[in-house]
């Protein structure tokens, strides 16, 4: 099925016309928003009854993907998340290779293998970079360059005096071509890093460009990835589709960057399932009794910190205003934004049997949509992570299909044996930085350039897409870098005396850039896999090392390597 009946679900609500009303995000919208009213096949009937004493009406079909989050896993919570919201921001590396200075190694017309190819390594000494600020929208500018001045009766090469310049009708023309491009690009960047997007929020500056070019942006948006575009007059809401299994992506507490727990989510589902038919003020006492009126039908404790965790998120998605910095204080009255709490789903889970089922649905789409969705979505597209028609579509389409996501998003294409990443020269549309600022960033791209100077296969060596790492390499690795670089560059103290969480901390960020993978479930000893994308932020590949300096080897200060001779000085010797 594809996304967009999927995102439809089971019944679509209008919104009606707008009450003119000022400061509250998504109120008054006119379009269609996903509802998921009679989702709820399967859901407790004493969680309506029990909520509603507290005099709130809950969605059915959000008590039922609460219930789903709190009977998952870390991991598989994570994925229901991306499935059933859609909230999750493009991930792309942000630093192109160099150039290939040579023929790719192998065969005449092999494919350049990330494992040899070009890099985008940077020496230790430039890698310090200055924290930015958020990543955002940079405003359209138009091409002044290109205006064009005609002297109209005037001196050679003046303006008349009383004249102010004019332009060509075909450079106008050219320059409003490139101004709307430039327009629409940022729009879409900006959709695809935020997928809601207020007219009030932190992005309200690229609102207006995606009200201008919606119907541009919906028609590409739809038939490139399968998305569904909603834009009215208070919000702009970007329906992604779920990624499938071990996706890596997740919700953070967005003051503290704390991962979601199942609870959080949970807590997060119930709030939204009460708040999509709630008052405009409501105050926080009865809100949290119909919650724990729900969760207790679903045998959930009430956790301080996941209620704290869900309520800081729904204040960031503009749902809730007005919210106490203590909880405790339940006197307090919020404010509720029902159109953002309508829009927060992508889709209903009306369709699917249970929590994998929603998350297996939500991912599927025919081939080329499916890849692209990948290339749009994540730092690489490795072809050995593809399904047998998907990769069938990759090879067919394997200039064509990501030049065109490239032109629509403003990315570069790098196309290498192992599979496609869509590199983002600007550095902006992603969420995670590598090379970025801070200890774990540094730690990590320091990591990552040892690995592959230790595994990295020879050229033509038979080997896939990935290499096992040794748990011990990775120890000692670690521990040399945290040594050598840890004070010096002032590395956080906690991180280095607590090599445990610092590994920890490193290897995530590194799986969720793609850059390293888990085994397979099941595999023992359970460890990591080394991926080709790797290879890019370390040194350029030796092919023709001299004797002695192979993989395995180690240059010795104290041996001098006599250089070759060659065929003339034998000659002349």
Do not use: N
Request: aromatic share 4%.
């Amino acid at each position: 099925m594809e996304q967009q009946e999927y995102a439809a679900g089971a019944t679509q609500v209008a919104g009606g016309t707008s009450d003119g009303r000022a400061g509250g995000a998504g109120r008054g919208t006119t379009d269609a928003v996903v509802a998921v009213r009679e989702a709820g096949l399967d859901t407790p009937q004493e969680a309506g009854p029990a909520a509603e004493a507290a005099g709130l009406s809950p969605d059915p079909g959000l008590l039922r993907l609460a219930r789903w989050f709190a009977e998952a896993g870390p991991g598989a919570a994570d994925d229901l998340c991306t499935a059933s919201f859609g909230l999750y921001p493009a991930r792309h590396f942000g630093v192109p290779a160099e150039p290939a200075a040579g023929p790719a190694p192998g065969p005449p017309g092999a494919e350049i293998s990330w494992w040899h190819g070009p890099t985008a390594h940077a020496p230790a000494a430039l890698r310090a970079r200055e924290a930015r600020a958020a990543r955002g929208l940079r405003r359209a500018r138009r091409d002044t360059g290109a205006s064009t001045v005609v002297p109209s009766g005037a001196k050679p090469g003046t303006p008349g005096k009383h004249r102010k310049p004019e332009q060509s009708r075909s450079s106008a023309a050219g320059t409003q071509d490139r101004s709307a491009a430039a327009e629409r690009r940022i729009a879409a960047r900006l959709l695809l890093a935020h997928p809601l997007v207020t007219a009030s929020g932190p992005h309200a500056d690229g609102f207006p460009l995606i009200r201008r070019h919606r119907d541009w942006l919906t028609e590409r948006f739809d038939t490139l990835l399968g998305y569904r575009l909603v834009v009215g007059p208070w919000h702009a809401r970007l329906c992604k589709a779920g990624l499938g299994p071990g996706a890596a992506r997740r919700l953070e507490h967005p003051g503290t960057g704390a991962p979601f727990t199942p609870g959080g989510y949970a807590q997060l589902a119930l709030a939204l399932a009460l708040l999509v038919d709630a008052p405009e003020q409501l105050p926080l006492g009865r809100l949290l009794a119909a919650m724990r009126a729900a969760a207790s039908v679903q045998d959930r404790a009430d956790v301080p910190a996941d209620l704290a965790m869900a309520f800081a998120t729904l204040a960031d998605w503009q749902v809730l205003a007005d919210i106490p910095v203590d909880l405790a204080e339940e006197g307090a009255v919020l404010t509720v934004d029902r159109e953002l709490a309508r829009a927060v789903p992508a889709g209903t889970p009306a369709l699917a049997a249970d929590a994998a089922g929603l998350i297996r649905r939500a991912g599927e789409a025919e081939p080329g949509t499916a890849v692209r969705r990948r290339l749009a979505e994540t730092p690489a597209v490795l072809a050995a992570d593809l399904t047998e028609d998907q990769r069938a579509w990759l090879r067919d389409h394997g200039h064509t299909g990501p030049a065109a996501l490239a032109d629509f998003l403003g990315l570069e294409a790098e196309i290498r044996a192992e599979g496609v990443a869509l590199v983002d020269p600007a550095d902006e549309l992603t969420d995670l930085a590598l090379p970025g600022a801070g200890t774990v960033a540094q730690a990590a791209l320091l990591l990552v350039e040892r690995l592959v100077e230790e595994v990295r296969p020879l050229p033509g060596e038979a080997t896939g897409a990935d290499v096992p790492v040794p748990d011990a390499l990775i120890d000692g690795a670690l521990g040399d870098l945290a040594d050598e670089y840890g004070l010096p560059a002032g590395w956080r103290r906690d991180y280095l005396a607590d090599r445990t969480a610092l590994r920890r901390d490193t290897l995530d960020l590194l799986h969720r850039m793609g850059l390293l993978a888990p085994t397979p479930r099941g595999t023992r000893p359970p460890g990591w896999l080394l991926r080709a994308p790797a290879a890019r932020y370390a040194p350029a590949a030796d092919l023709l090392p001299a004797p002695g300096t192979g993989r395995h080897s180690r240059r010795d200060a104290t041996v001098t390597i006599p250089t070759p001779v060659g065929p003339r000085e034998e000659q002349r010797a």
